[in-house]
């Protein structure tokens, strides 16, 4: 299965993205699904999570302004990001429980807030 992220650019503080992760080759109906984020200097970070049932979490510094979504028909997952901050920027990564396990990670979206 192939991953691909899209949606990310450059938004002021405050703004709105969506970001949207198709899946090719295969299916993630049975995986748990994730969105990272890796800012500048820093490691990859879980953001939010859904389980193959739709259940959700959050890190704490976006809850309330992030959610997770999956459409297990279309094979897609989107993140819909609000109230942007510039802590937010980074490129964001989608991936499957089963693919972060072995180290297979495919292509961001970059995501620019500025301030």
């Known amino acids: 299965v192939q991953l691909q992220a899209s949606g990310g650019g450059l938004v002021q503080a405050g703004g709105s993205l969506r970001l949207s992760c198709a899946a090719s080759?295969?299916?993630?109906?049975?995986?748990?699904m994730g969105w990272y984020r890796q800012a500048p200097g820093k490691q990859r970070e879980l953001v939010a999570r859904?389980?193959?049932?739709?259940?959700?979490t959050y890190t704490d510094p976006v809850k309330g302004r992030f959610a997770i979504s999956r459409d297990n028909v279309k094979n897609t997952v989107h993140l819909q990001m609000n109230s942007l901050k510039p802590e937010d920027t980074g490129v964001y990564y989608c991936?499957?429980?089963?693919?972060?396990?072995?180290?297979?990670w495919g292509q961001g979206t970059l995501v620019t807030v500025s301030s």
């Open positions: 080759g295969g299916s993630f109906r049975f995986d748990a």
């Open positions: 991936n499957s429980d089963a693919r972060v396990r072995v180290g297979n």
């Open positions: 859904i389980s193959s049932v739709g259940s959700t």
